[in-house]
């Protein structure tokens, strides 16, 4: 079966250009999140959706990110500008609904912002 | 505000000896917790959970303890294998939602 699939693996852009990172969930889940991970705050929650709809997207840091989820199938996290803090592994995740459903990674986009 | 902590960034056992890995949090709202395992260059993957109406949970070499009292978890792994050397997100979450509220993760490195 297919995981999560996460493009690109790897992005090297200059400062100020547009990023998008892309995500496929797993068949038949209906809960998406994307994560950023540092090594200064470790895994933290940028946003979740459910059933395509975003539930909580308190955790994204500022208005120059934005994500979507037009259907079930695909994912996208835009970062426009883009800035170096913004370096980082984005991880993209799904499970079934409910809190107590494991998630499932995809392998992650390592971006590098020059 | 760290709600699950992980104080440990790095771990080193012997192989064969166990592996104890530790994790507390502060809501008291949480009432299921997970623990995932990292390789580098890989995303995290699920390795056991346990429900706060339980205080042991166990899957092969792999136990989740629970001191609801503490507020804390720990992963023991026995015996520990150089195969396990991976970095350990410990999570937590409440069943009625959806957000999952991660650790920093401890490196774990076990010698052979």
């Known amino acids: 079966d297919a995981g999560v699939i996460q493009s690109p693996r790897h992005e090297v852009t200059e400062m100020g250009q547009e990023v998008t990172l892309r995500c496929k969930p797993i068949?038949?889940?209906?809960?998406l999140f994307w994560y950023r991970q540092t090594m200064m705050r470790g895994l933290e929650l940028l946003i979740y959706f459910n059933n395509n709809v975003p539930i909580d997207d308190s955790g994204m840091p500022e208005d120059r990110f934005s994500a979507k989820m037009p259907n079930a199938s695909f994912s996208t996290l835009k970062i426009q500008p883009s800035e170096p803090r913004d370096s980082a592994v984005y991880f993209c995740a799904s499970s079934f609904a409910g809190g107590n459903q494991p998630q499932h990674f995809g392998d992650g986009t390592r971006l590098s912002i020059l | 505000d760290q709600q699950v902590k992980q104080n440990s960034p790095s771990l080193s056992v012997q192989e064969g000896r166990i592996s104890i890995l530790n994790c507390d949090y502060t809501?008291?709202?949480?009432?299921?917790f997970l623990w995932y395992k990292k390789y580098p260059a890989e995303g995290p993957t699920f390795l056991i959970s346990i429900s706060s109406i339980k205080d042991k949970n166990e899957d092969g070499r792999f136990t989740v303890f629970l001191n609801k009292s503490a507020k804390h978890l720990s992963l023991h792994i026995v015996p520990s294998q150089p195969g396990d050397s991976a970095v350990y997100f410990c999570?937590?979450?409440?069943?009625?939602?959806?957000?999952?509220?991660f650790g920093a993760g401890t490196r774990l490195f076990v010698k052979a």
């Open positions: 068949s038949g889940h209906n809960s």
């Open positions: 999570a937590a979450t409440n069943t009625g939602g959806f957000k999952t509220i």
């Open positions: 809501n008291s709202m949480f009432d299921y």
